[in-house]
């Protein structure tokens, strides 16, 4: 990154404060890539970053999977053909994520952060 | 270039989707339904939320954009689209990146770029980018 290069983007997070047995399910249950433990903003000042915001997301998070999934079940008849097993995958898929957000057992940030100017 | 063992399922997963989904012209017309457009993105970014970053990110001609785990090309080559800005989209599955080149032509982008490459291990020198972007990748 440039310097006062700025990064702005979505991850989904395991929260703190989830028991060990939770913490397994949450994993298991968002996207394949929720493993890491440590604080996000802890994180982005290892890797250099200042002027740091964090800001939870995670309701729109639920809306778009609910509308993904709402989509996926008025077409079921069309689609599932056309996608096969990707079809109950992806479905079965969002409404962990929707549940386990809806638990709080998943939550959605939107990381800001700039690199320091010199 | 070495990959792990989950990042080599996720390539080969996502490789699949790829290109079952060049064909099918219905998944387009639930992403524009749910999304806001179809860029082949099954995830959870809305073009609201797209020009919610590119507002942030201050995106605009003369900005070099590295967008990491792009897949098919969402957001990097709509904020390109937008902006005006030069553009860098990642992502390890090739047939991600083969999608993302005819988008990239059809919407007559001048300055982009797509890279097969591990988010874990970028091949790019320092200072090489004004911003950067991903949607829901790394987590």
Known sequence: ?118 | MTTSKDEQATRADFAERYRARASIDLVGEVEREVIGEAWGSNGFTTVAQADDLRRRLDLGAGTRLLDVGSGCGWPGLYLARETGCEVVVTDLPAEGLVVASRRAQHEKLRSWGGVAASARLLPFADNSFDALVHVDVIC
């Open chain 1, 1 to 118: 990154m440039n310097p006062g290069g700025r990064t702005s983007f979505t991850t989904i997070v395991v929260p703190d404060g989830l028991s060990k047995s939770e913490h397994r399910r949450a994993a298991r249950m968002g996207p394949r890539a929720v493993t890491s433990t440590r604080p996000i903003n802890v994180l982005m000042e290892a890797a250099g970053f200042e002027a740091i915001e964090v800001d939870d997301v995670t309701q729109d998070f639920i809306d778009t999977a609910e509308a993904w999934f709402k989509a996926f079940a008025t077409r079921a008849v069309e689609l599932r053909p056309l996608l096969g097993n990707e079809f109950d995958y992806r479905q079965r898929a969002r409404q962990e994520m929707i549940t386990a957000a809806g638990r709080g057992w998943l939550r959605r940030l939107l990381v800001n952060g700039t690199t320091p100017s010199s």
